[in-house]
C-alpha cells in the first residue's frame, strides 16, 4: 500500500461551522505533513508531525488545529474559517522523520470551500 | 532565506518535441533537490532526488540533471499524458522544504 488517503474530497463550509478534515498512510512512514495550496501557487507548509509529535508550527491561525491520534492518522480540525482559507489541503508523510526531508507522499488533497 | 526559482513558468510543446525545465536555487548547504509531478486538482507526485552536483535520475521521458546552482528537468519525445505542472524544491541543511512555483506544461497533439 503506497497511498496517503484523504477525506473529505470537497468540502464546503460556512464562517461558523466545525468540520475535519482526515488523513490516513499505512506505508510505516514516520512524519506526516499539512500543507495549503492556493490555485497556482506552490504548497505552503503548515504542520508537521514526527514521530506523533508537532515539531512545526509554521504560525498557522489557532483556527486550524491539527491532531495525530497515532502514527498512521493525522486530523486537521477546522473553525471558524474565513472566505481566504479556501484552497487545496494536502497531507503528506515521508519514511524519513527529519523535519527537513524533501522525499514526501502526497494525497490527492481536501478541496476545501469557505463561505 | 532560501529561493527557488523555476522557468519557464508555462510551457507548451508539440507530440514529440524535447525540451528542458530549469530550476535556480540558493540553497545553504544543499541537502536534496526534489522534482515533482502535480496533475491539476491532486497532490504532487514524487518523481526525483538528487543529492549532488553531476548526479543524474531518469524515469521513462524524465531525466533530471544537477549542477551547483540549477537543476533541469529534461523531456524527450513527450506525449500528451505528460501534461501538468511539475514541481522543483529544495532542502538545506538547517531549512524546510522550499518549493519553486512551478513549470505548467502541456504537449499537443
Known amino acids: 500500500d503506497t497511498e496517503v488517503t484523504q477525506t473529505p474530497k470537497h468540502l464546503v463550509m460556512g464562517m461558523t461551522n466545525k468540520k475535519s478534515l482526515k488523513c490516513e498512510q499505512h506505508m510505516g512512514h514516520r512524519a506526516m505533513y499539512w500543507y495549503k495550496q492556493k490555485a497556482k501557487k506552490p504548497p505552503e507548509l503548515m504542520f508537521v508531525y514526527s514521530y506523533e509529535k508537532l515539531s512545526i508550527n509554521e504560525s498557522v491561525p489557532s483556527r486550524f488545529s491539527p491532531e495525530c491520534p497515532n502514527s498512521s492518522l493525522l486530523n486537521l480540525h477546522l473553525h471558524a474559517l474565513q472566505p481566504e482559507d479556501s484552497a487545496l489541503y494536502l497531507c503528506?508523510?515521508?519514511?524519513?522523520?527529519?523535519?527537513?526531508?524533501?522525499?514526501?507522499?502526497f494525497g490527492e488533497g481536501s478541496r476545501l470551500t469557505v463561505l | 532565506e532560501d529561493q527557488v526559482t523555476q522557468s519557464p513558468e508555462a510551457l507548451r510543446l508539440q507530440e514529440g518535441e524535447s525540451s528542458s525545465l530549469n530550476c535556480s536555487y540558493t540553497?545553504?548547504?544543499?541537502?536534496?533537490l526534489f522534482w515533482y509531478r502535480q496533475d491539476p486538482g491532486k497532490g504532487p507526485e514524487f518523481l526525483f532526488t538528487?543529492?549532488?552536483a553531476g548526479e543524474e535520475k531518469e524515469k521513462e521521458r524524465l531525466k533530471a540533471t544537477l549542477t551547483k546552482k540549477e537543476s533541469f528537468l529534461h523531456i524527450t519525445a513527450p506525449k500528451p499524458e505528460d501534461s501538468a505542472t511539475y514541481l522543483c524544491a529544495a532542502t538545506g541543511t538547517a531549512s524546510k522544504l522550499t518549493f519553486g512555483t512551478g513549470t505548467r506544461l502541456q504537449v499537443t497533439l
Open positions: 503528506a508523510s515521508s519514511l524519513s522523520p527529519d523535519w527537513n526531508t524533501g522525499e514526501l507522499f
Open positions: 540553497v545553504s548547504g544543499l541537502r536534496g
Open positions: 538528487l543529492y549532488s
